[in-house]
C-alpha cells in the first residue's frame, strides 16, 4: 500500500498533504525518496529557523537526551533556566511561562489576561477579523474565518471580533470592560497583512484610557524573522504579554508567554500549568537557535536577505502586472499576492524544485529558514520568472 493509501486509512482526514515523500532535509534544502532535491521556501511553516540538520541543534538534543528527556516541571531544570534567561535578555520582557505550541501558549495568555482582569472588573478580550491563532477553543473563539470556526460553536463568552484595522468598529468595541486585546501585527495565515500604523495607535490611545492589557501573538513572525527580534517592534508600541512557538525549539514542540512587569504577579502556584510544556530536550535545541539568531547574525540576515527578496518580487510584479497585484511584508516573512488563486503555481514551482506555500487562496507566502543565501533567491526568482512567463 502506497504511504497516501495508508494515510487515508489510519488517519482523520484533517490535513491535505502535499504529495512528496520527504526522506530527508540538510541545509536550505529537502530531499526526496526518488532523490530528487526541493529548496524549501516556507521552512516547515516558519519552524525551521536554522533550515534542517544544523549540527548545534543536534548536538544540544544529543547531550540533553543522555542526561533527562522528561523530569516534570515539579524539578528546576538547566535548560529551561537558561532559555528563559536568553528569552528575557533578548526580549526585554520579565517574565516566562514556557509551553509546547502556539495554541496553548495562546489558551495560557487569555488565562492570564482574564486572571489579571478579574479583580479589575475586566472581562472582554477584542480580535481582529482574518486573523490565526490556533486551533484550540479559546484561540478559535478570536478569530472568525468560516472555515476554522463552523461546526465549534459554541465559543468563549465576551469575545468581540472587530475588522482589522478598521478604527470606528474598534473604538466601538472597547470600553471599561475590556480586559485585553489580542493582536497578529502581521497576519501570517491570513496572507501576510500587516496592521496600519494609525491603527496601532488608535490601540495605543484606547489602551491609556481604558487599561486594558496588549497581547501580540509573535508565533509566526517572532525570533527575528521579520529582522527584528518580534514582528510589533516595526510599530511603536510596546505589548503586555507576547505568544511565541514555532521556531523556538528548533523543530521540537517548544511555545512561550512572555509577560512585563503589568503581568509578572498575576500567576501563582498551580493556576497553570503543563506537563511537557519546557521539554528539557526541547529547551536545549531552543538556546541553540536563540543564540544562532541573535548572536551569530541570522536576524540581520533575514534583514539583508528579505530585502533582497522583497525588491526581486517587486522587480516581477513590475514585469507581470496582470498576475501579481501587490507585495508585502518585512523581512523574511513575505507575501506576494495574485490575481488569481496561486494552488498551480505551487505546483509548478514543485515540479522546478521549490517548495512554497499558498495561503489565502492568492498570497505566495515566503517563509524560508533565515540561513537562506543570495543563490537561493535567484533560484525562486527565476523559476517563478519562467513560470509567469508562461501564464500571461
Ligand atoms: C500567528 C499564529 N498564531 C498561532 C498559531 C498556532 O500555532 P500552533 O500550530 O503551534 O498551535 C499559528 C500557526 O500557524 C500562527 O501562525
Redesign the pocket.
Known amino acids: 500500500m502506497d504511504p497516501f493509501t495508508r494515510e487515508s486509512r489510519y488517519f482523520f482526514h484533517t490535513y491535505k498533504r502535499i504529495p512528496l515523500e520527504i526522506d530527508r532535509g540538510e541545509g536550505m534544502y529537502v530531499y526526496s525518496r526518488d532523490g530528487k532535491r526541493y529548496l524549501d521556501m516556507f521552512g516547515g511553516?516558519?519552524v525551521n529557523a536554522l533550515g534542517y540538520g544544523h549540527p548545534g541543534v543536534i548536538q544540544a538534543i544529543h547531550e540533553q537526551s543522555k542526561k533527562y528527556i522528561h523530569l516534570s516541571n515539579y524539578y528546576l531544570q538547566e535548560p529551561q533556566l537558561q532559555l528563559a534567561e536568553l528569552l528575557v535578555k533578548h526580549s526585554g520582557y520579565n517574565k516566562v511561562f514556557l509551553s509546547n505550541?502556539?495554541?496553548?501558549?495562546?489558551e495560557g495568555a487569555l488565562k492570564l489576561t482574564r486572571k489579571w482582569a478579574s479583580s479589575r472588573g475586566k472581562s472582554t478580550m477584542v480580535s481582529f477579523s482574518n486573523?490565526?491563532?490556533?486551533?484550540?477553543m479559546g484561540?478559535l473563539s478570536m478569530m472568525d474565518r468560516p472555515q476554522y470556526r463552523n461546526g465549534y460553536e459554541p465559543f468563549l463568552q465576551d469575545c468581540r471580533i472587530v475588522e482589522f484595522n478598521n478604527i470606528i468598529e474598534l473604538r466601538n468595541a472597547v470600553d471599561e470592560k475590556t480586559a485585553g486585546i489580542l493582536l497578529?501585527f502581521i497576519?501570517?495565515?491570513g496572507g501576510i497583512r500587516l496592521v496600519s500604523s494609525d491603527f496601532v495607535h488608535e490601540i495605543k490611545t484606547l489602551k491609556e484610557k481604558h487599561g486594558f492589557l496588549l497581547l501580540a501573538?509573535?508565533?509566526?513572525?517572532g525570533f527575528g524573522r521579520t529582522g527584528k527580534f518580534f514582528g510589533f517592534q516595526h510599530f511603536t508600541i510596546n505589548p503586555d504579554i507576547v505568544?511565541v512557538?514555532?521556531p523556538l525549539g528548533g523543530g521540537l514542540?517548544l511555545?512561550a508567554i512572555l509577560g512585563n512587569t503589568t503581568v509578572a504577579e498575576v500567576l501563582e502556584p498551580g493556576v497553570h500549568g503543563t506537563t511537557f510544556g519546557g521539554n528539557p530536550v526541547a529547551c536545549a535545541a531552543g538556546i541553540v537557535v536563540l543564540r544562532e539568531i541573535m548572536e551569530r547574525g541570522l536576524m540581520k540576515n533575514a534583514h539583508v536577505m528579505g530585502e533582497i527578496l522583497r525588491s526581486r518580487l517587486l522587480d516581477l510584479q513590475r514585469e507581470f502586472p496582470s498576475l501579481v497585484k501587490e507585495v508585502r511584508g518585512f523581512g523574511l516573512m513575505i507575501g506576494m499576492e495574485l490575481t488569481r488563486e496561486c494552488d498551480s503555481i505551487v505546483t509548478a514551482l514543485r515540479e522546478h524544485g521549490i517548495l512554497l506555500n499558498c495561503t489565502d487562496k492568492t498570497v505566495l507566502r515566503f517563509l524560508p529558514p533565515l540561513i537562506i543565501e543570495k543563490n537561493h533567491i535567484d533560484e525562486v526568482i527565476h523559476c517563478l520568472r519562467v513560470i509567469f512567463s508562461k501564464m500571461v
Open positions: 511553516l516558519a505550541s502556539g495554541t496553548e501558549s495562546i486573523a490565526f491563532h490556533g486551533r484550540t484561540a497578529e497576519q501570517g495565515e501573538d509573535e508565533i509566526q513572525a505568544v512557538a514555532k514542540p511555545g
